[in-house]
């Protein structure tokens, strides 16, 4: 989904005036840890105190907004990538930042990126791009497998 300037400065006014910000999650570019229904809890963050492996929200210059891990500061740029992609995301400047992610609201509880296995699994997947690899093939089998057992299932469904 895409935000025009004005929904995105108001979100950056939210979270500098309430100290979070609460979306949900849409997207499986950063799975297993965040799922599509999540609700991802950001508080604000200076893009100078960014540690390799957090996960920020930025936006990007078409009005995406985009939660991935933080790899890297390139001069003026800062390069992000999702746990699932095999790229990374077109580079950030500071103003593109928006918050940094606190807490994940799953269905029945909630995770703090504290967590010591979360913490485990960032250094995984930065250690082992290979798992990047590894996701991104799992969640096409699955996407491709989900959709041709729903063209089935209508199939029987319509005789």
């Given amino acids: 989904m895409l935000f025009d300037q004005e929904t995105i400065l108001f979100l950056k006014v939210a979270i500098e005036k309430d100290g979070l910000l609460e979306l949900p999650a849409d997207g499986n570019s950063m799975f297993p840890l965040i799922q599509r229904g999540d609700v991802c809890r950001f508080n604000p963050c200076s893009p ?13 210059d078409q ?8 790899i890297r500061k390139e001069a003026n740029h800062y390069l992000f990538k999702g746990d699932t992609n095999l790229g990374y995301d077109l580079p ?15 269905h029945r509880y909630d995770v703090s990126l504290q967590n010591s296995s979360v913490n485990l699994w960032g250094n995984l997947i930065l ?13 096409n089998w ?3 497998y989900a959709e041709m057992w729903s063209t089935l299932w209508r199939k029987l469904n319509s005789l």
Wanted: hydrophobic share 40%.
């Fill in 127 to 139: 250690a082992l791009p290979v798992l990047s690899g590894i996701l991104r093939k799992y969640l």
């Fill in 92 to 106: 950030a400047t500071p103003e593109q930042i928006i918050g940094k992610l606190s807490t994940i609201k799953k």
């Fill in 48 to 60: 100078s105190s960014l540690v390799k492996g957090d996960i920020i929200l930025f936006h990007t």
């Fill in 142 to 144: 699955k996407s491709h």
């Fill in 63 to 70: 009005g995406q907004l985009i939660a991935h891990r933080f």
